[in-house]
């Protein structure tokens, strides 16, 4: 079947796509989009989350008719041009980041958390990580990448305000 | 295998009928699993998540609650946290932030795990199922009618699930669950607590500790019965042991990877206890008040 | 002998970030899964649905009638392979060993219909009766050769039995850790191509020279027609380290195919044939002194191994070298059931063998009432007690120290059960941790640029370690440069040869290789004037005689971990509240690289205390619980405070860098000091991992 889906900001078309398939397997095999990992296919690890319509899911479990029509931003989206977001650049900082696999699925749930809750409690980084499995770093460290991409994102927006 | 797309509901209902194997999906948290591990592979995946209906929610004319079969967990928790307590309590502990963005009442119905964590709040708030199909129009199913089996449901092979009513809570709301993991955590059993004290009773309610999610009947039943309903008083500490033993004893569990049977039966005693003690407490602080 | 290189150590030591971590936060780090080759047919490997017997039929003929099948593969048509190790003899016998052995593969054009062709295909088995579980008493547990690395299977000295018999003071218990799995985040996969006589294989793993030479020999042809590419690999934790059936599946297939072939691994199936740590049950004896002074240790340990081949844990290995007793033994016996073969899983040996160990001592500590920090300070050993070797470094007793300096142990009450906040049962454990630091031959190239960029090349594997990164630093001390001057190439058969990232000796290996090779060059630069040729100038040095020729020492690490748990009393949900860990590595070349070493073994840990568990079900003969769903992993949520320090070592028997290896300790003991720690809170002591709630509430 073919599937029209909005990927990082640009209007896609794939053709072929079998109808049991994941959004998962769409980004990876057929558009060339391998950041988001495929790792547990069950929703368990989080490796795969993506955003579909603003909303961080698991593109495994996303069958890829029901993305038709929808937007999708996956982490090779989340640098603006060639910069990178806080997230990424404290990801790097802090140590987050070991063999890499859980990285991207990370990286956009932790970016949907700032950008919706902007300083959030280490709690509320536990809380909205819970479902992205890291197996090397042991969390603390991509505890303190959250903790400073968001103190700089606050800075950031603070600095905004004020030469507004 | 064919994926249908219906843009409506009557178009959903039509399709079904037309093929009563076609699998509905929704947040596909169960359904594409089961593709993905080859557990099966549908002849056609109904896909609801274009019928904007079925993600809405509304107070109807009898009061209660029609909660759509698409309102995914997340927007239980933030939109209806404080009509309905329990299920939203129970929404939280669903998987992950991801899975709760995707996942839904509807969709734990249909796949009727005797795990899945909002079955016990619907039988503890007597919920109504709101099922319907193109030849013989709506059918409203109890909660406690709905469960028939492991991964079985009232449903006929041509329903559908439209909605599931709840009455907003008239009094306290508990849900409560054992987990090995402090998230993304499978329950080793759970209960849910919903205080009716208007009609001086309450709904109790197991979960993963049978073949299906179960009402403890001898325990509302107890409670119904031996409670002081006014909320004048403490709950007498033998009528709460009394209480978490009778939740006990309503379940069969087995022992499996997660817990032994002797642990569950315990642990839902335990679970019983504390979700009665807050809710009771709540309940007194505000008959006092 | 081997003197440290102090002078000139500016970037050796420093927190520098992660080389490849722009490529890896961008999604741009290709893994192996990652790769589309054109004309790329998808290959599933079809396991065993029988534990033990013999293949009769399979019906390929009605497979090759399905729209999209391109081939179906078993035994009955399967090209032959030139080797006798069973292990690697991929659909060369009619044999099954294990249910979930890789019986056929069948490949199709798209994966959808490579998974209904596995799923479907018909196959005819005998079925014999199997024996999958592992006991102590089991009638064919026998003594092996040797265990995992070489160590003999049992050691003795003096006369334990008797010392036992006489010690005023004894513990005599039995322990027992469940079948784990490695569970890296990146699930196996190989994309594997044939060009003429060449194989190219794209294969996550923690050993591309070894997997290069396994491959050669297979196929009958010399290494260098093998090219292993693997530059990022999603965690291995030892389940990349050995040639696996899968990619011999993945090899085979595409020769017999003439295409490309993906061959992709699920979650599910890295439960089967990816390996695993082997269960064990494991019987300590400790005899004392009323004041805890060991007088005997006797250590006998019991695993399982395969039909195919003999693994046998080195489970009791840790008690040869953690404390004195003029009276000791230490035993290993393997029972060869119809399992799959158990592997390497982050210090394999050392992580259940110390679980037994470090139990028992706490369990000495309470008999003897003496605390548990000071019993182990009282038995420090001066030279290794068995081997006799002077230790090149020993710095436990320190850590432990450090640690309940920085724990707020002083001044704890040892009564068990007695601490509590609301419903919750509060209690604090100590537990040792300790691993080898070995070294392995390893060769290194470094190319020096007329503009003065150097490039070092050196067949590691960074699993996730941070290898390129202080392989980065390493050379650019040695060579006097700046890191943004040196780009390090691993991951890649085709560069020179290196060891395994395995057993915590990766740095060290191909660290002294690296050094070699830029001292090599430094010399031959100066040599010429210090002007680098247009041509550029490339050294390689082999460190196989230095490494053979180094003085006899005890070498290992030592550490010493501290945990606080939660108990529910209600329930027997155990949190950690607090870990912490001190650890005597000689000297850390890269403290961010390497907090998250330590503290990531420390969760993993933490995840072997309270969560997982392999169950192996006696009926069918395979694992029960094989996804992420079942089979938990600790989670973000589950990891409260875990700290990590480290104590300046010196040591200058090690290697020119003066480090030991990191990537194993951190497990190494944490699972003791959190069941010590419940048993401090609940007064239940939980000999047999995991510490399920079930087991805390009776």
């Known amino acids: 079947m073919r599937v029209h889906l909005t990927v990082n900001g640009r209007d896609e078309t794939v053709d072929g796509v079998w109808e049991g398939e994941s959004l998962l397997y769409v980004l990876r095999e057929r558009m060339g989009l391998p950041g988001a990992k495929n790792a547990c296919e069950q929703g368990e690890c989080g490796s795969c989350t993506v955003y579909l319509d603003g909303l961080p899911v698991c593109a495994c479990l996303v069958a890829a008719g029901q993305a038709d029509g929808r937007r999708v931003r996956t982490v090779e989206g989340l640098a603006d041009g060639g910069r990178l977001h806080p997230i990424q650049e404290a990801f790097v900082e802090c140590g987050a980041v070991q063999c890499g696999f859980c990285t991207p699925g990370l990286l956009v749930q932790a970016h949907d958390l700032i950008e919706r809750v902007g300083e959030p409690s280490d709690a509320e980084i536990r809380e909205a990580l819970a479902g992205n499995l890291c197996r090397c770093t042991g969390y603390e460290k991509i505890l303190d990448a959250v903790r400073l991409a968001a103190a700089r994102r606050g800075a950031a927006r603070t600095g905004t305000e004020d030469r507004s | 295998m064919d994926f249908l797309r219906p843009a409506t509901w009557a178009e959903a209902l039509a399709a079904k009928a037309a093929d009563p194997t076609a699998v509905p999906i929704q947040g596909g948290t169960d359904v594409m699993v089961e593709i993905n591990f080859d557990v099966r592979r549908p002849p056609a995946l109904l896909d609801l998540t274009a019928i904007g209906e079925l993600g809405d929610w509304e107070l109807t004319a009898d009061g209660l609650l029609r909660v759509g079969a698409g309102v995914p967990y997340a927007r239980i928790i933030t939109e209806l946290g404080d009509r309905l307590p329990g299920l939203a309590q129970a929404s939280r502990t669903v998987g992950s932030p991801q899975i709760r963005n995707r996942g839904t009442v509807g969709g734990n119905l249909g796949a009727a795990s005797p795990a899945g964590d909002a079955h016990p ?150 679970l019983a206890r504390r979700t009665l003690t807050w809710a009771w407490n709540d309940y007194r602080g505000k008959a006092a008040a | 002998m081997t003197a440290p290189v102090t002078a000139g150590r500016r970037y050796a030591g420093a927190a520098l970030d992660r080389v490849e971590g722009l490529d890896k936060v961008t999604g741009r780090a290709a893994y192996a899964a990652d790769h589309r080759p054109a004309d790329l047919v998808h290959a599933v490997a079809v396991p065993a649905t029988i534990a033990r017997g013999e293949v009769v039929q399979v019906d390929v003929d009605a497979m090759l009638k399905r729209p999209g099948v391109v081939a179906a593969i078993w035994h009955g048509n399967a090209p032959r392979l030139a080797t006798s190790d069973e292990e690697l003899a991929v659909l060369q016998s009619r044999r099954v060993a294990y249910r979930g052995q890789y019986v056929a593969v069948v490949v199709a054009e798209t994966p959808e219909d490579a998974r209904e062709a596995a799923r479907t295909l018909r196959i005819e088995y005998v079925a014999e009766e199997h024996d999958v579980i592992l006991r102590a008493d089991h009638p064919r547990a026998y003594r092996p050769e040797n265990v995992n690395a070489g160590h003999p299977s ?116 890295l439960f089967v044939a990816t390996g695993y740590r082997t269960p064990t049950v494991q019987r300590v004896r400790l005899g004392a002194e009323p004041d805890g002074r060991l007088i005997a240790i006797t250590h006998d340990a019991v695993m399982q191994s395969s039909t195919l081949s003999e693994f046998t844990e080195q489970t009791a290995v840790p008690s040869r070298v953690m404390y004195a007793a003029p009276h000791r033994r230490t035993t290993h016996r393997v029972v060869r059931l119809d399992v799959p073969t158990p592997s390497w899983m982050r210090a394999p040996g050392e992580c259940p063998g110390m679980f037994a160990l470090e139990s028992a001592m706490d369990e000495l500590a309470i008999a003897c009432g003496v605390d548990p920090v000071e019993l182990r300070v009282r038995n420090e050993p001066a030279a290794g007690p068995e081997s006799g070797l002077p230790f090149s470094s020993r710095n436990l007793v320190a850590c432990l120290r450090e640690g309940a300096r920085r724990f707020g142990w002083a001044g704890r009450d040892p009564r068990p059960g007695v601490r509590r906040r609301g419903r919750t049962l509060i209690g604090t454990g100590v537990a040792a941790s300790t691993f080898p630091a070995l070294r392995a031959p390893s060769s290194a190239t470094v190319r020096a640029e007329p503009g003065g960029r150097y490039t070092v090349r050196i067949a590691a594997a960074d699993i996730g370690t941070g290898a390129r990164t202080v392989l980065t630093q390493i050379a650019a001390d040695a060579l006097g440069t700046a890191p943004a001057a040196v780009t390090v ?210």
Request: glycine content about 10%; some cysteine.
């Open chain 2, 121 to 270: 709040p619907l039988l503890a708030c007597d919920a109504v199922i709101e099922a319907e199909s193109a030849a013989r129009g709506t059918r409203m199913i109890p909660a406690t009618g709905f469960y028939l089996g492991v991964k079985r449901n009232a449903l006929e092979p041509d329903e559908l699930i439209r909605a599931v009513h709840l009455r907003p809570a008239t009094g306290p709301q508990y849900f409560s669950k054992v987990g090995t993991r402090n998230a993304m955590v499978i329950a080793v059993c759970s209960f849910a607590l919903a205080l009716h004290p208007g009609e001086r009773r309450l709904g109790a309610a197991v979960g993963s500790a049978a073949p299906t999610p179960l009402r403890a009947r001898a325990a509302e039943e107890f409670a119904a019965r031996e409670f002081d309903w006014s909320g004048a008083t403490a709950l007498d500490p033998a009528l709460l042991a009394r209480f978490g033993e009778l939740a006990a004893e309503a379940a069969s569990p087995i022992d499996d990877v997660r817990g032994t049977a002797a642990y569950r039966r315990h642990a839902i005693a335990v």
């Open chain 3, 154 to 269: 049992d050691t003795g000295q003096g006369d334990p039995d008797a010392a036992l018999a006489a010690a005023p003071v004894v513990v005599d218990e039995e322990y027992g850790t469940p079948a784990e799995h490695n569970n890296p985040m990146e699930p196996h996969a190989t994309i594997a191509d044939w060009h003429g006589d060449g194989l190219i294989v794209h294969e996550p793993s923690q050993n591309v020279s070894g997997l290069r030479a396994t491959l050669a020999s297979l196929f009958g042809m010399p290494p260098g027609h093998v090219h292993v590419v693997s530059p990022h690999v999603g965690g291995g934790f030892g389940s990349k380290a050995k040639t696996l059936p899968h990619t011999i599946l993945a090899a085979l297939t595409a020769k017999q195919v003439g295409r490309p072939v993906k061959l992709a691994l699920t979650r599910r199936q």
């Open chain 3, 489 to 698: 190439e691993l991951g890649d058969s085709a560069l020179p040869p290196a060891p395994v990232a395995g057993g915590s000796m990766g740095t060290a290996s191909w660290g002294t290789a690296v050094v070699r090779a830029c001292e090599e060059l430094a010399a031959r630069l100066e040599a010429a004037g210090g002007t680098v040729p247009d041509g550029g100038l490339e050294v390689t040095a082999d460190t196989g005689r230095e490494v053979r020729a180094q003085e006899r020492y005890s070498r290992h690490a030592f550490g010493a971990q501290f945990a606080e748990v939660g108990v529910d009393a209600d329930t027997g949900e155990t949190r950690v509240l607090r870990l912490l860990g001190v650890f005597a590595a000689g000297r850390v070349l890269n403290p961010k690289t390497a907090r998250s070493q330590f503290i990531g073994g420390m969760t993993m840990g933490l995840s072997m205390a309270l969560l997982e568990e392999s169950i192996m079900d006696g009926r069918f003969g395979d694992f029960l619980n094989c996804d992420l769903a079942q089979y938990h992993i600790a989670a973000h949520a589950d990891v409260r405070d875990v700290q990590a320090y480290w104590l300046e070592e010196e040591d200058p028997h090690l290697n020119p860098m003066g480090s030991k290896g990191i990537g194993e300790i951190g497990i190494v003991g944490t699972a003791a000091a959190i069941a010590n720690a419940v048993h401090h809170a609940t007064g239940v002591r939980i000999r047999e991992l995991p510490i399920r709630l079930d087991k805390l509430v009776r």
